[in-house]
């Protein structure tokens, strides 16, 4: 399994725990970049998390933060970067 895929199930959990819980306000999830030693944290809230999800092929990660193989930014701001792998 690759690497953002590890991360990304991760913030599948985390989620589904936020859901649970009724979080509000901003929850750190996992940058879902390649490299297996980063441990950067995003800040989205849960409709920010869900929108990104919508798309399958969609990432999280901090901006400058790079997934393995073909893929473009689709979003990028102070908070995170939205890549999609083509």
């Known amino acids: ?17 936020a859901r649970e819980l009724r979080l509000e306000p901003l929850i750190p999830f996992l940058c879902e970049c390649s490299n297996k030693r980063c441990f ?6 849960l409709e920010e998390y869900d929108e990104a999800r919508a798309a399958p092929q969609r990432y999280l990660t901090i901006s400058g ?16 970067a939205l ?3 083509l």
């Open 65 to 80: 933060h790079e997934v393995e193989g073909a893929a473009l930014v689709i979003a990028d701001d102070e908070r995170f």
């Open 40 to 45: 950067a944290r995003v800040s989205l809230t």
């Open 1 to 17: 399994m690759k690497v953002e895929n590890v991360f990304r199930n991760a913030n599948e959990s985390m989620a589904a725990k």
């Open 83 to 85: 890549v999609e792998k």
